[in-house]
Nanobody, 126 residues
Framework: QVQLVESGGGLVQAGGSLRLSCAAS????????MGWFRQAPGKEREFVAA????????YYADSVKGRFAIARDNAKNTVYLQMSSLKPEDTAVYFC???????????????????WGQGTQVTVSS
């Protein structure tokens, strides 16, 4: 069992930056691949980024590539999402998720993930 708690969301102007954090409970954090997803009002949850267990492989949605960066610190049981050059269309609730059986072909599939956090709101004003 893994519990995930996101933090770092807030209101930022377009062009600004935010760093989201996701703290995981338990001693097996390094056994999980981690992902970030987001969901805007009236829209489906969409993939943002993912990172392998060791942190050596990262994956991004085309819409955030070059602007967002995912990283993890297994010693701190935490995964991060550094967001830069934010746009109003990045406004959403951001969720982190943990995947026990990582499959690179399924990183963007929400149902591949076993545990989810409660989400943190990110609002980008124009």
């Amino acid at each position: 069992q893994v519990q995930l708690v996101e933090s770092g969301g807030g209101l930022v102007q377009a062009g600004g930056s935010l760093r989201l954090s996701c703290a995981a409970s338990g001693r097996t954090f390094s056994s999980y691949a981690m992902g970030w997803f987001r969901q805007a009002p009236g829209k489906e949850r969409e993939f943002v980024a993912a990172i392998s267990r060791s942190g050596t492989r990262t994956y991004y949605a085309d819409s955030v590539k070059g602007r967002f960066a995912i990283a993890r610190d297994n010693a701190k049981n935490t995964v991060y999402l550094q967001m830069s050059s934010l746009k109003p269309e990045d406004t959403a609730v951001y969720f982190c998720a943990a995947d026990r059986s990582f499959d690179a072909q399924l990183v963007a599939t929400p149902t591949s993930y076993d545990y989810w956090g409660q989400g943190t709101q990110v609002t980008v004003s124009s």
